[in-house]
């Protein structure tokens, strides 16, 4: 590797399920659009030939790493049996400074365990929580916790409102407003833990609070951050994902073999790429002492190389610095 | 009314945001195709006047009522000042015997809190359950609870899994298929509480449980029942209407003014309206002692037809004796 690359992303190559096809086609997508990143991939030894051999290129390291560990590794088995896998030794790299980012298609258990135990997290955060952008009508709208975080007390989601702002103060100059997802938008609406939140949100003066949001609001765009639990979270990009998909199986049948089939199959195609959730790819862990972004396991190389530019934008913002001097300032 | 209505259905005609318009053309409809019903209209006077010039069927009664509940009403408000209000009359109507069904497109909390109150639940059900019916690939697929009950322990799970159980075998004649909807399938996943009530639901022996299921699975139609607290069906519910919609509007905008835009267009909608949650209207109120369907506040006249339909034949299957004598068995 050059000194000329100033951000370098560690890869675990692992965990996708397009393989090295899928990483390779990301990787050299990224590098040609951004003279200033390097790579090291992480490969178990069954990948390590696929991607040496397609990868030509001096900003790229192939690194052999004992195994992998498989898609459904769980928090505790990964801390057991991780050492020498393609996740450990991304997060290491960065742990001991050789790497400014990790990208991981891995498990999301597996990847939040090995965080915290190999870099830790910022001062005050007990847990990292995980951020996604959806689409919207308006604009991609962050939502935060994703699944990392299934049980939430109210002062965790005033500390997701706190990261979540000054990760998209940072990362897109501007104060999000923010919602908390709930099952109404009156003030008395909800559980109790759900209606503290959104006292302690509101009292916070440094956030644009702008209430309760419910779920189908989310994709109008009526707010740029949208704050909930790790359960709901999920249960809502899920929801999305699925009915979009179930919406998109209807048209292709609706059209099919239809005079204007092949002109608007181009066209839905197109659609599909720009509103599916899960290609508005590359997920935030915040609240860890390092930049780590998950990759959805099932993404295309378009995905992946969003998640490899989303990583190279949070090292060069040092948005894990700026998070750190947050929390420290008071939050 | 004459001797030969079988089935009188009580129909709070307040609620609906598309007024008598909506609810005159939906008795019409469901009157035209059913000689065995009857229907009480409970109207404000200001909708009277407009219901009874369109209704001229001796199948037919309006009565006037002081008031309407407000759509935002809270459950204690509607105990407090909902008596001689359309909603209130509805449901006394059933309590009284004079009538076998209510339908009502006003506030959920207000409908719960005042059917529990003048109607009952049955035995050893503390709050009723909304059930609803979302579309998937295959069939629509039957869920619960969708916003009544936000605070849930696995008792009540398991209870949402019997009383979801008995209504599917008595509506469609199969018991149906039951998937627990977490944030993974996997056995160890999720909250205490779920993993509890899955315990539960396997050992019952009536019940033909599948195991967890993810959000984005519920839209594959892998299962007929989905269970889960009413935050999270809320959740999903609405985010799936939100991202339909925004699905749409892209579509809308996708094909404005193409060669081919009209007759997208005319499949497109027939697609929307077979797809919308919001049209699969008619969500019974379970585990209260009378028929009780709540519609979506929103619907139009073709939707309020299905949630009259579905109050029919919930009240000729006698579903609520079915569930009594089911819970009295065991359960």
Not at 136 to 146: E, K, Q, R, S, Y
Not at 219 to 244: P, R, Y
Request: glycine residues 10%.
């Amino acid at each position: 590797m050059t000194e000329a690359t100033r951000v370098r992303i560690a890869v675990d190559a692992a965990g996708t399920d397009g393989g090295a096809a899928v990483i390779s086609d990301a990787v050299e997508q990224v590098l040609a659009g951004h003279a200033d990143l390097g790579f090291v991939l992480l490969a178990d030894p069954d990948q390590a030939a696929g991607l040496s051999s397609r990868l030509a290129s001096e900003r790229v390291e192939v690194r052999v790493c004992e195994h992998a560990l498989p898609a459904d590794m769980n928090a505790a088995g990964a801390i057991r049996r991780g050492q020498g896998s393609t996740m450990w030794q991304a997060l290491e790299l960065v742990r001991e400074g050789q790497a400014d980012a990790v990208v991981s298609g891995g498990s999301t258990g597996a990847l939040m365990a090995l965080s915290r135990h190999l870099l830790g997290t910022l001062p005050g955060v007990e847990r990292p929580a995980l951020m996604a952008a959806i689409p919207t009508l308006t604009h991609p709208v962050w939502m935060l916790d994703l699944g990392a975080n299934i049980h939430v007390d109210a002062r965790r989601l005033l500390e997701f409102a706190q990261l979540g702002h000054v990760t998209c103060q940072v990362l897109e100059g501007k104060a999000p407003t923010i919602g908390l997802l709930n099952v109404g938008t009156e003030p008395g609406k909800g559980p109790d833990v759900i209606r503290e939140a959104a006292r302690l949100i509101d009292e916070d003066s440094a956030l644009d609070y702008a209430g309760f949001i419910e779920a189908d609001q989310v994709f109008s765009g009526t707010v740029d951050l949208v704050v909930c639990d790790g359960f709901a979270g999920n249960v809502l990009l899920k929801s999305a994902e699925g009915s979009i998909k179930l919406l998109f199986a209807s048209l292709q049948a609706e059209f099919r073999g239809s005079f204007c089939g092949l002109l608007a199959r181009r066209r839905l195609k197109r659609l599909h790429d720009s509103l599916d959730p899960a290609r508005h790819n590359g997920a935030p862990m915040l609240g860890v002492r390092g930049t780590v972004i998950k990759s959805h396991g099932g993404t295309c190389s378009r995905g992946f190389a969003r998640a490899l530019e989303l990583a190279a934008l949070e090292a060069r913002k040092n948005l894990v610095d700026c998070l750190e001097r947050q929390l420290l300032a008071g939050y």
